[in-house]
């Protein structure tokens, strides 16, 4: 898979390993998730109508095309959460369990 | 008597501005920010760890971003400042926010929205493939992350920051393959009288035009944009080429790997709705905008708007127009101010309001693609309403305005609340009923004016 994003700067920060469906990838510190999937990958979901991939739109928290989940089901805003060690993503949906 | 709380909404030109005046005024004002630092959109702040310096940021702008910023680091301990955190609804005389699910209530005497703007977007067929973005979120990817939204962009749309995107990729050593402008020349033209009142500015992008072109980047004006078109690679699949068409219908190809796209901006005015302020139609803009007068004062007392969440006149205009706000809440709450600086702040703004009048005139919003987007474009990208939806919605269903189109259909009713699609859907709305836009109408703001954690923390007192 071939990144859509690619840094142009700032390549020297500290690694920080994080995971998305279930593959390990190196974010850098400073990164927003958004970026940090995008630099490894193509998408950040799929939209819930046509299930399409989608990549976020306007990285400004408007869109709220960017919304991506926690392996333990919590939502987040990929362009404005940064990454931290040890996140957990998944692209798609988490099926919903009974508690 | 307690010292009156004053609210400022946005932490971007005109709010830092505000929250200054205020606190030079000896008041304590609370700065609520939805982003994790200040500067707001247009200066907005690379993060803590980051190291280019500000004229790599900020270009010609720089030593206003880094005025501001520098600016606000002063006023900390004068100021509550409050990162990360939204204000999603209105309760009589209380704000609602959120931060890190979170949820609290804010009483307010004073209250100065300073919310900024967005993208003002023309949909087409493919735009919501990965790839394509917004362009100020391609100035973001560049400004915030030091990232490129590709390796072989092309920058499609209208207005000034289509053509700053496109140089500040070209500084950072990313060629955009194209730069595809719907005005045309002879439209630019009718714009110069009012873009002449600002003759720095106007040079500035004249000089964003001479690199591009200089450095063989193709800059094409009186596009209109036909479909972006896919690439697939395996399981990859994104934005391709862009198919357009010239000023004199000629179809061309273009092929790039990414899609900056952007029709100028568009006023975040949720909250000023919630606030029950009047809304007045701009037929400069063909937008529904909260009514002011000269210094940001709504209908509503206590309630005073500035920047861009007003009126799109950028970040200069914004810078005074925080301050006169702020002044003016200051003054109607009795306490002493110079009106010498109120006339000084209100003579800047005057050539910014030609200003822009001249770039929504040289620049203006395609509103008349609207009509021929093909049934099947999606217009809302939340939940894939389509052109051909809402054109149901006008003729079969009978919607005489956006909101009724909205209840049958859904425009606008997805996640955004309509910030990426409301007036395009609009627009289709009015050409398919034959209607004006005005009589179209707006999409009514409703709490939470962004989506809240299911979860939250917190009584709501």
Same mark, same amino acid.
């Not at chain 1, 593959?23 to 109508?49: K, Y």
């Not at chain 2, 709010?15 to 500067?39: K, S």
């Not at chain 2, 003002?120 to 915030?144: E, N």
């Given at each position: 898979?071939?990144?859509?994003?690619?840094?142009?700067?700032?390549?020297?920060?500290?690694?920080?390993?994080?995971?998305?469906?279930?593959?390990?990838?190196?974010?850098?510190?400073?990164?927003?998730?958004?970026?940090?999937?995008?630099?490894?990958?193509?998408?950040?979901?799929?939209?819930?109508?046509?299930?399409?991939?989608?990549?976020?739109?306007?990285?400004?928290?408007?869109?709220?095309?960017?919304?991506?989940?926690?392996?333990?089901?919590?939502?987040?805003?990929?362009?404005?959460?940064?990454?931290? @060690?040890?996140?957990?993503?998944?692209?798609?949906?988490? @099926?919903?369990?009974?508690? | 008597?307690?010292?009156?709380?004053?609210?400022?909404?946005?932490?971007?030109?005109?709010?830092?501005?505000?929250?200054?005046?205020?606190?030079?005024? *000896?008041?304590?004002?609370?700065?609520?920010?939805?982003?994790?630092?200040?500067? *707001?959109?247009?200066?907005?702040?690379?993060?803590?760890?980051?190291?280019?310096?500000?004229?790599?940021?900020?270009?010609?702008?720089?030593?206003?971003?880094?005025?501001?910023?520098?600016?606000?680091?002063?006023?900390?301990?004068?100021?509550?400042?409050?990162?990360?955190?939204?204000?999603?609804?209105?309760?009589?005389?209380?704000?609602?926010?959120?931060?890190?699910?979170?949820?609290?209530?804010?009483?307010?005497?004073?209250?100065?929205?300073?919310?900024?703007?967005?993208?003002?977007?023309?949909?087409?067929?493919?735009?919501?493939?990965?790839?394509?973005?917004?362009?100020?979120?391609?100035?973001?990817?560049?400004?915030?992350?030091?990232?490129?939204?590709?390796?072989?962009?092309?920058?499609?749309?209208?207005?000034?920051?289509?053509?700053?995107?496109?140089?500040?990729?070209?500084?950072?050593?990313?060629?955009?393959?194209?730069?595809?402008?719907?005005?045309?020349?002879?439209?630019?033209?009718?714009?110069?009288?009012?873009?002449?009142?600002?003759?720095?500015?106007?040079?500035?992008?004249?000089?964003?035009?001479?690199?591009?072109?200089?450095?063989?980047?193709?800059?094409?004006?009186?596009?209109?944009?036909?479909?972006?078109?896919?690439?697939?690679?395996?399981?990859?699949?994104?934005?391709?080429?862009?198919?357009?068409?010239?000023?004199?219908?000629?179809?061309?190809?273009?092929?790039?790997?990414?899609?900056?796209?952007?029709?100028?901006?568009?006023?975040?005015?949720?909250?000023?709705?919630?606030?029950?302020?009047?809304?007045?139609?701009?037929?400069?803009?063909?937008?529904?905008?909260?009514?002011?007068?000269?210094?940001?004062?709504?209908?509503?007392?206590?309630?005073?708007?500035?920047?861009?969440?007003? *009126?799109?006149?950028?970040?200069?205009?914004?810078?005074?127009?925080?301050?006169?706000?702020?002044?003016?809440?200051?003054?109607?709450?009795?306490?002493?101010?110079?009106?010498?600086?109120?006339?000084?702040?209100?003579?800047?703004?005057?050539?910014?309001?030609?200003?822009?009048?001249?770039?929504?005139?040289?620049?203006?919003?395609?509103?008349?693609?609207?009509?021929?987007?093909?049934?099947?474009?999606?217009?809302?990208?939340?939940?894939?309403?389509?052109?051909?939806?809402?054109?149901?919605?006008?003729?079969?269903?009978?919607?005489?305005?956006?909101?009724?189109?909205?209840?049958?259909?859904?425009?606008?009713?997805?996640?955004?609340?309509?910030?990426?699609?409301?007036?395009?859907?609009?627009?289709?709305?009015?050409?398919?009923?034959?209607?004006?836009?005005?009589?179209?109408?707006?999409?009514?703001?409703?709490?939470?004016?962004?989506?809240?954690?299911?979860?939250?923390?917190?009584?709501?007192?």
């Amino acid at each position: 898979m071939t990144g859509l994003f690619r840094r142009v700067a700032e390549t020297g920060r500290p690694e920080i390993a994080i995971t998305v469906d279930g593959h390990a990838v190196t974010a850098l510190e400073g990164d927003t998730i958004l970026t940090a999937l995008l630099v490894a990958g193509d998408r950040l979901r799929f939209n819930e109508f046509d299930k399409m991939p989608r990549a976020g739109f306007c990285l400004m928290g408007a869109c709220q095309d960017c919304r991506v989940w926690t392996e333990d089901g919590h939502e987040l805003r990929a362009c404005s959460t940064s990454v931290t @060690p040890g996140l957990r993503i998944v692209t798609k949906e988490v @099926p919903w369990t009974r508690p | 008597m307690d010292a009156p709380v004053i609210v400022v909404i946005g932490a971007g030109p005109a709010g830092t501005r505000a929250a200054q005046t205020l606190a030079c005024a *000896g008041l304590r004002p609370v700065i609520l920010d939805e982003n994790q630092r200040q500067g *707001g959109q247009i200066y907005r702040r690379q993060p803590k760890n980051f190291t280019r310096p500000a004229t790599k940021l900020y270009g010609a702008s720089a030593a206003s971003a880094t005025a501001l910023h520098t600016d606000f680091e002063a006023l900390r301990s004068s100021v509550d400042y409050r990162p990360e955190t939204m204000a999603w609804g209105v309760s009589g005389d209380m704000l609602l926010t959120e931060c890190r699910g979170q949820a609290d209530a804010l009483r307010f005497d004073g209250l100065i929205i300073a919310s900024g703007a967005t993208d003002r977007i023309m949909p087409c067929p493919g735009w919501t493939l990965p790839g394509v973005f917004s362009l100020g979120g391609s100035q973001i990817a560049l400004k915030a992350q030091a990232c490129a939204i590709g390796q072989a962009p092309v920058f499609m749309g209208t207005g000034p920051l289509l053509y700053l995107v496109a140089w500040q990729y070209l500084q950072a050593g990313v060629k955009p393959r194209a730069v595809l402008d719907t005005s045309s020349l002879t439209t630019r033209l009718r714009g110069l009288g009012g873009l002449r009142r600002r003759p720095a500015v106007l040079a500035q992008g004249l000089r964003y035009m001479a690199d591009l072109a200089r450095s063989g980047v193709t800059l094409r004006s009186g596009i209109r944009p036909v479909r972006v078109e896919a690439r697939q690679d395996g399981e990859t699949l994104c934005a391709g080429a862009v198919v357009w068409k010239d000023g004199r219908g000629r179809t061309h190809r273009t092929e790039c790997d990414a899609v900056g796209m952007g029709y100028g901006l568009r006023s975040e005015t949720q909250l000023a709705d919630l606030l029950k302020c009047d809304f007045a139609f701009d037929a400069t803009s063909r937008q529904w905008l909260p009514v002011t007068d000269r210094d940001g004062a709504t209908s509503r007392a206590g309630v005073y708007l500035a920047g861009d969440g007003a *009126g799109i006149r950028g970040a200069d205009a914004a810078e005074s127009a925080g301050a006169l706000a702020a002044l003016r809440c200051l003054q109607d709450m009795g306490r002493p101010v110079m009106e010498g600086e109120m006339a000084r702040l209100r003579a800047a703004l005057k050539p910014m309001n030609a200003f822009r009048h001249g770039l929504e005139t040289g620049f203006p919003w395609p509103w008349r693609h609207a009509a021929d987007l093909p049934d099947d474009t999606v217009v809302c990208r939340c939940e894939n309403v389509t052109a051909g939806d809402i054109r149901r919605a006008a003729g079969p269903l009978d919607s005489p305005e956006i909101n009724r189109a909205k209840a049958f259909v859904r425009v606008g009713m997805g996640r955004c609340q309509g910030r990426m699609c409301g007036l395009a859907g609009a627009e289709i709305l009015a050409a398919a009923r034959g209607i004006t836009i005005e009589e179209a109408g707006r999409i009514r703001s409703a709490a939470p004016v962004k989506p809240l954690p299911a979860k939250i923390r917190g009584v709501v007192t």
